[in-house]
């Protein structure tokens, strides 16, 4: 049988006796007080190398279960062992032997270095944490045994500058780039507001390293969509954000319920952590927000309860308007856990809407049971009735109805009217469903579009072949839009374009192969039930904004030229109460300057005043 170590037989092997003069060497070194002289730096970049490559080899990417302790096992079983070998401080069977001058120096160098390298084990284990502390965050809570360890190892050594500067770095260069959609980006944010306070429970550290992601998702313009989506819209699965909303056990006002959590549990009170650069964090309004819950973190990204809740107005808008058959008690749901969090006040439009639809149901169900209504139509109506003053701002496309179908629609109007008494409908054209039945030929079919295609394929019945402006002109659609319209049709093989500008109606169903070379590669072609009703925000953001015109220039007019400081103090004061328009100094410049550019205003010398 070979020796392991020399791999000579056992006859031949002379590791023994190796081993025994290395001993009697080292011994010398050690009366000498030498050994750790000529070989301790060596020595000591073999031991962290060994223990470098251990921590790699057993604990890179295992985040389930805690480490620490075998490490530390390992460490005394195997380094200090050997380490003993090396200083020939082997156990004497003679208790008295442990007391002699030779083993108490070596007992003194062993004890040295294993204090030493202890904390070497705490330090490397913790770096090697940190650097995948990305992965640990997607993998939170099951990560959380390896978010342990690391709070022990920041217990003995301070490394908060270290996870500060990887995190930030990880982060920046995982998920702030354009190649990430913004959704994925805000379950980043949300996953490391857990992960990190799990970490550091002063928030120091989560307020430094989740700033820059802040930055980035207040310059995507579908932040706040996608922070509303991720709140009320559950369908592929409950979301962090939505298990969140559900709790619904946040204080509506957070600062006054922080404040009273510090002051009542001042005994625990902790100072920040030294060393950090908390200039600007030392108010005691940031400070709260620290232990703000995770809802309120995401709405600081833009600071403003409004805008979020706004933003629910419209996405419950477009679902309102797009859903045939409504089933409220999701909404309904969705709009109490916000109600709890954000207050009624905000959400009281909200709650007008969803009445519309209620009362929508009733009214129709009225229209229709009126028999000199039903008698005289020639096709069924529903209809939805909304407040306009509670619901969001449309956008300003419009389709001019054929006589026939806008006589039905007077028809439903009649009857309304005398079921209210002294109020009447104004018809939104473009929105809602029509559900049509073609006949070409021997085809048959039907589809469920929206009014603006039934219009189109309505006008095509009396005439083959329209011209895109003829078409325009009877419609009432600009032509650029007309033609994004027409590519619909375009896309089912029912209207080609003969020539450009020129549409014909397909009579005879195409082969598919011939269908696949139609003319239609440089349409853009939209999915209508994507699109949104509402108008956009910058739009509706125009339109509150206009409501201040009037004023603005009662003030030019009285004082002839003033600062954007001074006219936004004024409006602030005289002309926003009760309109419920919030607007900042920058939303008010951004408006004005819209002003300079269409000549109605004069900025010069940091001054605006009226054109002459």
Excluded at 91 to 99: E, F, I, K, L, Q
Excluded at 516 to 528: A, R, S, Y
Excluded at 585 to 603: E, G, N, P, S
Aim: glycine fraction near 4%; charged fraction near 25%.
């Amino acid at each position: 049988m070979p020796c392991k170590g020399c791999n000579q037989e056992l006859e031949k092997c002379q590791c023994q006796s190796l081993l025994q003069t290395i001993n009697e060497v080292n011994q010398k070194l050690v009366d000498l007080e030498l050994l750790d002289r000529l070989a301790g730096q060596s020595m000591t970049f073999l031991v962290q190398q060994r223990i470098k490559e251990h921590i790699k080899n057993t604990c890179h990417g295992i985040f389930d279960r805690s480490h620490l302790k075998n490490l530390l096992t390992w460490l005394d079983d195997v380094v200090i062992c050997w380490l003993m070998q090396v200083f020939h401080n082997k156990v004497s069977s003679d208790p008295d032997a442990m007391h002699t001058d030779d083993n108490s120096k070596s007992s003194d160098v062993i004890q040295s270095l294993k204090v030493k390298l202890t904390f070497y084990v705490y330090e490397n284990y913790a770096l090697s944490v940190i650097d995948q502390f990305f992965s640990i965050i997607i993998d939170f809570p099951d990560s959380i045994p390896a978010i342990e360890d690391l709070k022990i190892c920041m217990e003995k050594i301070n490394l908060r500058r270290q996870i500060i500067n990887t995190l930030k770095t990880s982060l920046e260069a995982r998920i702030l780039h354009p190649g990430v959609n913004t959704m994925d980006i805000l379950t980043g944010y949300v996953a490391a507001i857990k992960a990190i306070r799990y970490l550091d429970s002063s928030g120091v550290i989560l307020e430094t390293v989740t700033a820059p992601i802040k930055e980035y998702l207040r310059k995507r313009s579908d932040t706040v969509r996608c922070v509303v989506t991720s709140l009320t819209e559950t369908e592929s699965g409950p979301t962090d954000l939505s298990e969140e909303l559900a709790k619904g056990d946040a204080v509506k006002d957070g600062a006054t319920g922080n404040v009273h959590d510090e002051l009542s549990n001042w005994e625990n009170w902790q100072p920040d952590p030294f060393g950090l650069d908390n200039t600007t964090v030392q108010t005691r309004a940031v400070k709260t927000s620290r232990s703000a819950d995770i809802i309120s973190m995401v709405v600081d990204i833009y600071g403003s309860k409004e805008l979020f809740m706004s933003e629910y107005r419209n996405l419950l808008a477009d679902r309102l308007l797009t859903q045939l058959e409504f089933n409220p008690e999701k909404e309904i749901r969705n709009l109490e856990l916000l109600k709890l969090r954000f207050g009624e006040s905000l959400l009281h439009n909200c709650e007008v809407m969803l009445k519309d639809i209620a009362d929508s149901k009733r009214i129709n169900s009225h229209i229709h049971s009126d028999t000199k209504y039903v008698e005289n139509k020639q096709f069924d109506i529903s209809s939805l009735i909304i407040s306009a003053q509670f619901w969001p701002s449309f956008n300003k496309e419009s389709v001019e109805l054929p006589e026939e179908i806008a006589n039905e629609f007077r028809k439903y109007t009649k009857s309304y009217e005398e079921y209210k008494g002294n109020r009447t409908l104004n018809w939104r054209t473009v929105t809602g469903k029509v559900s049509i039945s073609i006949e070409l030929g021997e085809r048959v079919l039907d589809m469920t579009v929206a009014p603006t295609q039934a219009v189109i394929i309505y006008h095509f019945q009396n005439k083959n072949e329209w011209s895109l402006d003829d078409l325009s002109t009877l419609v009432k659609i600009p032509p650029s839009v007309l033609r994004r319209r027409m590519a619909f049709w375009q896309s089912h093989g029912i209207i080609i374009e003969s020539q450009p500008g020129i549409y014909k109606l397909i009579e005879d169903e195409l082969p598919k192969s011939q269908l696949e070379k139609l003319p239609i590669n440089e349409i853009i072609t939209e999915d209508e039930d994507n699109e949104s009703a509402m108008a956009s925000a910058s739009d509706q953001r125009e339109e509150e904004l206009q409501v201040f015109w009037s004023y603005i220039v009662g003030m030019l007019t009285n004082l002839d030229s003033l600062p954007i400081e001074r006219i936004h103090q004024m409006l602030k004061l005289f002309a926003s109460n009760g309109l419920g328009v919030e607007f900042t100094q920058d939303d008010l410049k951004d408006f004005l300057q819209r002003k300079v550019r269409d000549h109605k205003l004069i900025y010069s010398g940091g001054v605006y005043q009226l054109a002459k």
